[in-house]
C-alpha cells in the first residue's frame, strides 16, 4: 500500500503543475514528511504516513472522520510530537490555521495580530501587521473585536495568524467548514494566490468538490493509512470508469474508499 502511495507520488502531474507555475522545473520539495507514526494508547491515529509536496503545491487532505487528518496536520505544525517519522522543516517555518480560532474575541483584529506577531517574534511586528490587514483585506475591521466579525472574516483573522511569519508552507484543517459559498470562493482565491505565490498549502476539506478544483495534490488518509497521493484526475483513473458511465469526484472519491476497504 505504501508502495502504492509512493508511485503516485513520483508520477504525479500535481507536482509539475506546480514546478512550473512557480517557474522551476523538479523544485526541491517544500515538504517531507517520512514515516509519521501517531499513537493514543491502543489506537493508532496515523500509520507511517509519507509524502513530499513541491513549492506553491496546493494539497488536499481528504479521509473519512477519525481519519488522522487533524492529528497529521497538528504534528506538521509542531502542536504534538509523532511517536515515529520525521518532518523535513521545523514547526516555526509552518504556518498554522486550526480548525477552531485560536484568537482572542475580546481583542480587536489589529490587537490579536500585534500580539501573535510579538509571540512568534516577527521583525517588524507593525508593517507586518499592517501587510496582513492589507493582504486579508481585513483594513476596514482593523478596530473591531474579533468576537462581533461574521465567520468569514473571524477566519480571515484566524488565517492571517498563520501566515505572520511569511511561513514557507501553510496548513490549514477545515478551513471552509463554516463559510458560505461566497465566502468560500474568496477563501480559495486568496489560498490559490498564496500557492501561485511560491506558498506550500496543505488543507483538510470534507468537500471533496473542493478538493478537486482546487488542489495540485490529494492525499486520501483513512484510518490513520495512506491510502492515494496523486493528482485528483489520478484518483478519478484509479477507480476507473464502468459501464455506469462517467462519475463525478465524490462517487470516484467513495467508491475508492470502498474498494480499499473503507
Ligand atoms: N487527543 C487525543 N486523544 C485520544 N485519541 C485521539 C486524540 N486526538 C485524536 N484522537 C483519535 O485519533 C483518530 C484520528 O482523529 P483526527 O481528529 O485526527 O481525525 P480527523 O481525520 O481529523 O477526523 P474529522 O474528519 O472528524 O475531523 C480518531 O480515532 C480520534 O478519536
Ligand atoms: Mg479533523
Known amino acids: 500500500m505504501a508502495d502504492a502511495a509512493h508511485d503516485a507520488t513520483a508520477s504525479s502531474p500535481g507536482t509539475d503543475a506546480a514546478a512550473s507555475r ?7 520539495p517544500a515538504l517531507r514528511v517520512e514515516g509519521l507514526v501517531k499513537r493514543y494508547g491502543e489506537r493508532v491515529a496515523v500509520r507511517g504516513v509519507s509524502f513530499e509536496a513541491a513549492p506553491g503545491e496546493l494539497v488536499a487532505l481528504i479521509g473519512p472522520n477519525g481519519a488522522g487528518k487533524t492529528t497529521m496536520l497538528s504534528i506538521l505544525a509542531g502542536i504534538q510530537p509523532p511517536d515515529a517519522g520525521s518532518v523535513s522543516r521545523q514547526p516555526r517555518e509552518i504556518g498554522w490555521v486550526p480548525q477552531q480560532p485560536a484568537v482572542y474575541s475580546k481583542l480587536s483584529v489589529a490587537e490579536n495580530l500585534r500580539l501573535f506577531a510579538r509571540l512568534e517574534k516577527v521583525p517588524d511586528a507593525d508593517a ?57 470562493e474568496r477563501l480559495w482565491q486568496f489560498i490559490s494566490a498564496l500557492a501561485a505565490g511560491g506558498t506550500t498549502v496543505v488543507y483538510s476539506t470534507h468537500n ?11 492525499l486520501v488518509l483513512a484510518d490513520g493509512e495512506l491510502l492515494f497521493s496523486g493528482s485528483p484526475a489520478a484518483l478519478a483513473a484509479a477507480v476507473g470508469g464502468d459501464a455506469a458511465g462517467p462519475q463525478d469526484f465524490e462517487s470516484a472519491f467513495v467508491r475508492f474508499l470502498h474498494e480499499h476497504g473503507h
Open 128 to 184: 507586518t501587521v499592517a501587510q496582513m490587514l492589507a493582504q486579508t483585506g481585513l483594513e476596514e475591521r482593523a478596530g473591531d473585536e474579533v468576537g462581533r466579525l461574521s465567520g468569514g472574516n473571524q477566519q480571515r483573522v484566524n488565517i492571517a495568524v498563520g501566515l505572520l511569519a511569511a511561513p514557507p508552507v501553510l496548513l490549514l484543517d477545515e478551513p471552509s467548514s463554516s463559510l458560505d459559498p461566497r465566502q468560500r
Open 22 to 28: 512557480s517557474g522551476t522545473r523538479k523544485a526541491k
Open 208 to 218: 471533496v468538490q473542493e478538493a478537486e478544483r482546487y488542489a495540485d495534490r490529494v
